[in-house]
């Protein structure tokens, strides 16, 4: 079984559940559906792409994937793709 430590972010979640400040999302039922459209949108293959990095960013980038417990291909189309579709 694999050990993960949880982030700042998710302790606080689990803090803010404890002390039962946790607030749903106003709309859930859109809310659940506007993230399913994003998870089908990142899981969607439609295409590959070539790119040059240098060898510091390939392995700065795959250093921040294993941290996450993600391949580095995975994160950098994530970054891709949040940063196409922010606002």
Same mark, same amino acid.
């Given at each position: 079984?694999?050990?993960?430590?949880? *982030?700042? %972010? %998710?302790?606080?979640?689990? !803090? *803010?559940? *404890?002390?039962?400040?946790?607030?749903?999302? @106003?709309?859930?039922?859109?809310?659940?559906? !506007? #993230?399913? !459209?994003?998870? !089908?949108?990142? #899981?969607?293959?439609? $295409?590959?792409?070539?790119?040059?990095?240098?060898? @510091?960013?390939? &392995?700065? #980038?795959?250093?921040?994937? $294993?941290? &996450?417990?993600?391949?580095?291909?995975?994160? $950098?189309?994530?970054?891709?793709?949040?940063?196409?579709?922010?606002?």
């Amino acid at each position: 079984m694999k050990y993960f430590e949880f *982030d700042k %972010e %998710e302790k606080q979640i689990i !803090r *803010d559940l *404890d002390k039962g400040e946790f607030v749903s999302v @106003k709309n859930l039922k859109s809310e659940k559906e !506007r #993230l399913a !459209r994003y998870a !089908r949108y990142t #899981l969607e293959k439609k $295409a590959n792409i070539n790119i040059r990095l240098s060898k @510091k960013t390939l &392995q700065k #980038l795959k250093a921040k994937a $294993a941290a &996450q417990g993600i391949g580095y291909q995975t994160l $950098a189309s994530s970054i891709l793709h949040r940063y196409t579709f922010a606002s």
